[in-house]
């Protein structure tokens, strides 16, 4: 059975993980917010292939939060606030934003790396030519998408840089430094530069505290 349709576990805690997403929605000017249901996961689709469901970041799939499943029991939904919050921040606000861009690093330069070859096969009446699309395409979707990887991870610590005007950014870093000490495979990956294509787009959590400590102290309380 597809790791898909099995039954997911569920938690004691997902009612109040529910409320809280809610709540950091409205408070974060998230228009529409319609979370339904708590989803624990290791793997979430991908396209055709899958992605990891990283362990200090949740993920959002249309009416649903996808939470880490190792992280099952881990925190409490206290610790779990900033994270839902950062999460919300990236997944609702600034990762659409990004949109655009994606299209213009990854989909245009393919574009244009079958159009030339192409064109100028034809115009020079030279078949031969069409054999250049492989060598003008993979350099370019090999640069666009480490570029694309680049902007997620700049846009990923600009989420927990504006969610901690609300969610406290003293709270946020208490929660990386718990997970930071948990030892967990894909938090060590990142943070050796292991994490590999599955990872590509994710910061370190040392990264993550780093940039929250440039944060000004103005945005360290907590709003309830």
Known sequence: MSRFRRSLPTSPDDPKLLETAGSLGQQLGIVGLDTRDIRWMEWIP???STRVVPSD???FLRHSMVIPARMMGKLTVEEWR????????FEKKIRRTLRGRAFLLTGLPLIVALAVPITAAIVLQMSWLIILYPVLVLPLAYLGGRRYSSDLKKARLEADTQ???VIGKDSLMAVLRTIDNMGLDDIDRLKTGRGGRRLAGLPSITERIE??????????YSTT
Request: with cysteine.
């Open 46 to 48: 991908a396209g055709r």
């Open 57 to 59: 970041w949740c993920t």
């Open 82 to 89: 900033p994270l839902i919050g950062s999460s919300l921040m």
């Open 163 to 165: 969610a901690s005007a």
């Open 211 to 220: 940039n929250l400590q440039t944060v000004s102290t103005l945005n360290s």
